[in-house]
């Protein structure tokens, strides 16, 4: 686990707050949020009166960003023109965040009427880092809990942000509401603006693949601004050098003190990804200067260390007017560099996926759930499948709610079992040890008690999948077939006394006798699937019904 300066150990134990906290400035350091540890930040940092600076704005793009670059550093933390310039600064970042109903309709539906329920932290962020939380209070701790949450289920194609939280944690020291930081944070993961010379300006990466290249971008830019550095670092790491260089991000929003976080964000809130790319290189430049040659037996731990303590050397000023007076690091290079290194991943394919590596395989942003006793599924598998369910369900904890072995090995008792519960997950572990089933939309229970001739029932979101030998997912044909479907291609399921089947046209995608003793798997219109299984007929093990439940605190 990579552990930066900040504990956030808030984050993990779900510290409630509720949904209305009062959102006027309090009183002492007035320009920051209630949100904020007050007493925990003067006691780290010394802090003068507030002065505010009415200063307006300049409406021209290059107008502003002279005017921040000049003046940025010269603003203390609590210069009270810093609230109304980053509000007025996020207001022209135009993207996809909702408005305020619907960040509170949907707020209200994941965390309840008060507030007080916490899912676990969706895997838009990266969980195997130890994330900086700054000087917020375990209130402000949970409303960025609320916020990435929300922006993960609102936003489902944005799947990996490693620096969202911190981000997140920096704009609630000085954005007064709560929706306005959400819509802060996903305008910036969602950018479509273009810049007075057309150019896209880019705030953040929202997949792995886009992440993955931003860092071979920062690579070519260390090669190119600061050779002497990498060179130095090469000669220490060897072919490890990408994956040393792979944490500049994480020196800026990990180990630079909160000081000249908030003073890079002056500039980065207004010009966007590249400033991030020329403070990580002058970070890099600086730290090689600094060692004077002498290689560090820790060559990630010493980058580290020097920008943890960097205020004892150089001022903030110093690491801007580098950064700023690197030439010709411009935008278009790097959205040339980015798209180029993009084209190169995409050609090759996405990274390896295993089971073994859960947050690895998310379509939308795994999270962590708690242990499940299954008699078919380990802790992985489970979470490989809870990757692949629609992103409103992947917020609720697994619970067995029917096992054959502890219930009985007949379909009357499974859909007893099942009756009040949708969706569900159906797994069945055969003879041979194969391990495949079905995510199902609609409660079993649904034709099982009536007495009429055999109907299919269902929705487009429910699936086929099998485990072993590899893990795949079978959704229904209608999500990338635009064209009209036949009624055989929308056979999801049919449940009665006799038998149970799911999928549907020319082929039963997964047939269950009434005893669950024996079934078959073939190729179905429904969900286009391979068979389940090595040999099509199967001789079940046992069979399991997983449900879904909000977690409790």
Excluded at 191 to 197: A, V
Excluded at 383 to 399: G, I
Excluded at 514 to 526: A, F, P, V, Y
Aim: contains cysteine.
């Amino acid at each position: 686990m990579k552990v930066f300066t900040y504990d956030v150990s808030a984050f993990e134990e779900g510290a409630k707050v509720g949904m209305n906290g009062d959102t006027k400035p309090a009183e002492g350091v007035l320009v920051f949020t209630t949100w904020v540890d007050k007493g925990l930040l003067q006691k780290n940092l010394s802090l003068p009166h507030a002065e505010v600076d009415l200063t307006h704005l300049p409406s021209r793009e290059k107008d502003l960003k002279k005017y921040i670059r000049s003046l940025s550093w010269q603003w203390d933390l609590t210069n009270g023109v810093r609230p109304g310039l980053w509000s007025q600064v996020v207001a022209r970042i135009q993207g996809r965040a909702h408005q305020r109903e619907e960040y509170e309709q949907c707020k209200k539906s994941l965390f309840g009427e008060r507030g007080e329920m916490s899912p676990p932290l969706p895997m838009v962020a990266d969980r195997t880092v130890q994330f900086p939380s700054y000087f917020l209070s375990q209130g402000g701790l949970c409303v960025v809990r609320r916020v990435v949450t929300v922006l993960s289920y609102l936003h489902p194609d944005i799947t990996w942000c490693p620096v969202l939280i911190p981000v997140t944690c920096v704009m609630l020291h000085y954005l007064q509401e709560e929706v306005k930081v959400y819509q802060a944070v996903t305008n910036m993961l969602t950018h479509t603006g273009r810049t007075e010379k057309g150019e896209r300006r880019t705030y953040l990466m929202d997949t792995r693949l886009s992440h993955e290249a931003m860092n071979r971008v920062f690579c070519d830019l260390a090669k190119k601004y600061a050779k002497a550095a990498y060179v130095f670092v090469k000669d220490i790491s060897g072919s490890d050098v990408d994956s040393v260089l792979s944490e500049w991000i994480w020196w800026i929003f990990g180990a630079l003190p909160f000081e000249y976080v908030v003073h890079v964000m002056d500039c980065y809130l207004v010009e966007g990804m590249k400033v991030l790319y020329r403070v990580g290189v002058t970070l890099l430049a600086k730290w090689h200067k600094q060692i004077n040659g002498a290689p560090p037996s820790d060559v990630r731990q010493s980058i580290q260390d020097f920008c943890r303590n960097i205020s004892s050397h150089l001022p903030v000023k110093d690491i801007l007017m580098k950064a700023f007076k690197i030439r010709n690091l411009s935008r278009k290079l790097c959205s040339t560099l980015q798209q180029r290194h993009l084209e190169t991943l995409q050609r090759k394919g996405a990274p390896a996926i295993t089971i073994d590596s859960p947050t690895h395989t998310a379509t939308h942003g795994s999270i962590a759930l708690s242990p499940v006793e299954s008699s078919i599924l380990n802790h992985a598998q489970i979470h490989q499948l809870w990757c692949w369910l629609p992103q409103r369900f992947s917020l609720y904890e697994p619970r067995i709610i029917f096992s054959s072995s502890d219930d009985g090995y007949h379909l009357r008792n499974l859909y007893q079992k099942c009756a009040d519960n949708q969706p569900i997950v159906l797994v069945i572990k055969t003879k041979n040890d194969e391990i495949f089933g079905a995510f199902i939309t609609e409660s079993l229970d649904y034709t099982a008690n009536k007495n009429k001739s055999r109907a299919y029932f269902g929705t487009g979101e429910m699936f086929l999948f099998s485990l072993t030998p590899v893990p795949e997912r079978f959704p229904w044909v209608g999500v990338s077939d635009g064209g009209d479907l036949s009624p055989s291609q929308s056979m999801f399921i049919s449940a009665d006394h006799t038998s149970l089947v799911i999928g549907g046209g020319d082929g039963d995608g997964i047939f269950l006798d009434q005893e669950m003793n024996r079934g078959h798997t073939k190729r179905c219109k429904t969900f286009n699937n391979a068979p389940l299984c090595t040999s099509g007929d199967f001789h079940c093990v046992s069979v399991e019904v997983l449900g879904l439940q909000q977690e409790e605190d």
